[in-house]
Nanobody
Framework: QVQLVESGGGLVQPGGSLRLSCAAS????????MGWYRQAPGKQRDLVAI???????NYADSVKGRFTIARDDAKNTVYLQMNTLKPEDTAVYYC???????????????WGQGTQVTVSS
């Protein structure tokens, strides 16, 4: 089996910073793109940032210049550094990873369990 475990969420004041981590484990052969999504109450889950296996990145317009996505392939981990946080960044953040399992030809998208980020004074 494959698991994605997130950490790093919490309560922060406007203008503050948080760093999210997401580690993948299990019978992994390779990981393609890894990403972060978020879902606010009553809204759909939206892409925040994505990073490809060769390091290419893409960000939602609302977080450009404030958030940075990075990955450590030796640790099968993706990070999201969030700076200058705003109340509208409040949401549950989910990580994703497109993983090919050992002995499989199929790439499947796995999800983390979600971590709450609340930006409030």
């Amino acid at each position: 089996q494959v698991q994605l475990v997130e950490s790093g969420g919490g309560l922060v004041q406007p203008g503050g910073s948080l760093r999210l981590s997401c580690a993948a484990s299990g019978s992994i052969f390779s990981i393609n793109a890894m990403g972060w999504y978020r879902q606010a109450p009553g809204k759909q889950r939206d892409l925040v940032a994505i990073i490809t296996s060769d390091g290419g990145t893409n960000y939602a317009d609302s977080v450009k210049g404030r958030f940075t996505i990075a990955r450590d392939d030796a640790k099968n981990t993706v990070y999201l550094q969030m700076n200058t946080l705003k109340p509208e960044d409040t949401a549950v953040y989910y990580c994703s990873a497109d993983i090919k399992k050992q002995f499989s030809q199929v790439v499947f998208r796995y999800w983390g369990q979600g971590t709450q980020v609340t930006v409030s004074s």
